[in-house]
């Protein structure tokens, strides 16, 4: 009543979602089907012999965690037509060293490409929001981000994680943005910790200046003794059936840096002018 199956794949009675790809199915290579406008949650998860995945156009939505842990993936292309790369979605595929995002792409979910081999990205300028540790743990030096994205989630990027789960932030790594942006607040607000650069790339003298004062900085944290890396320890849960076990990283609450204002009273001077006969 609810569901069929074609070649070993569940999908929806209407056929137009795909449900769950068996993990030892085979050929490796797969390419959705053409009626197939929506892929379910865990759908393609722990498909470690999975080692391509082609999609149409006409594809809708990606589930969460889709295609968490597919390890053999190495390389994707997300069709253009979609706006949203869910959360989880290509988390732990950790030989996938290339993605290709779509032009018109508006959110990329929580840890959507974290643990992965990516080296980097480039992000549409239609994006607005990227989730929380969104591209945690993978070997990036750098990132552009666009004038478009108006959210940045904890953690999200320049940020690794270690073995006992330690996370910790990149002093090697640069955020590429525009000064004023939501890139320079993410990587130069007091609430997220950062210890990593913001190059603008307003213009030749927005630059120089911003590197003239990364120096001055550095050589500050150089001179002061005793000081150490705030880091934090990340928490992680076990999801339900509904993605099939997928491990989410637990959100982060911030701390926030409190700023007091003072008012200042101007007193004016009137002086009176004499006539002069």
Not at 39 to 47: R, S, V
Request: hydrophobic share 35%; aromatic share 8%; net charge negative.
């Amino acid at each position: 009543t609810y569901f069929e199956a074609k070649d070993g794949v569940l999908y929806a009675d209407d056929g137009q979602s795909l449900l769950r790809y068996p993990v030892g199915q085979k050929p490796t290579d797969y390419t959705i089907p053409d009626d197939v406008l929506r892929i379910g949650h865990g759908a393609f998860a722990e498909c470690s012999s999975l080692t391509a995945v082609t999609f149409h156009e006409n594809l809708e939505s990606i589930g969460k965690a889709a295609f968490a842990d597919c390890i053999g993936l190495t390389e994707i292309v997300i069709p253009e037509k979609l706006i949203e790369i869910s959360d989880f979605c290509f988390n732990s595929c950790t030989n996938l060293k290339s993605v290709t995002l779509p032009t018109n792409l508006q959110r990329i979910g929580s840890a959507a490409f974290s643990a992965t081999s990516l080296n980097a990205v480039t992000l549409p300028d239609t994006l607005k929001e990227i989730g929380e540790q969104a591209f945690i743990s993978t070997p990036m030096k750098e990132i552009t981000i666009p004038r478009s994205v108006t959210t940045i989630g904890y953690n999200a990027v320049g940020w690794d994680v270690t073995r006992e789960g330690q996370l910790y932030s990149k002093d090697d790594f640069t955020v590429y943005g525009y000064r004023g942006s939501t890139a320079q607040d993410y990587t130069e607000g007091f609430e997220f910790e950062n210890t990593f650069k913001f190059q603008a790339l307003d213009d030749d003298s927005a630059i120089a200046a911003n590197n003239k004062q990364n120096n001055s900085d550095a050589e500050n944290e150089n001179a002061e003794q005793g000081k150490t890396s705030i880091v934090k320890i990340v928490g992680i849960s076990v999801c339900g059936a509904a993605i099939l076990g997928i491990l989410a990283a637990a959100a982060f609450s911030g701390k926030k840096k409190k700023n007091e204002s003072q008012e200042t009273g101007e007193s004016t001077e009137n002086t009176e002018s004499e006539e002069e006969t």
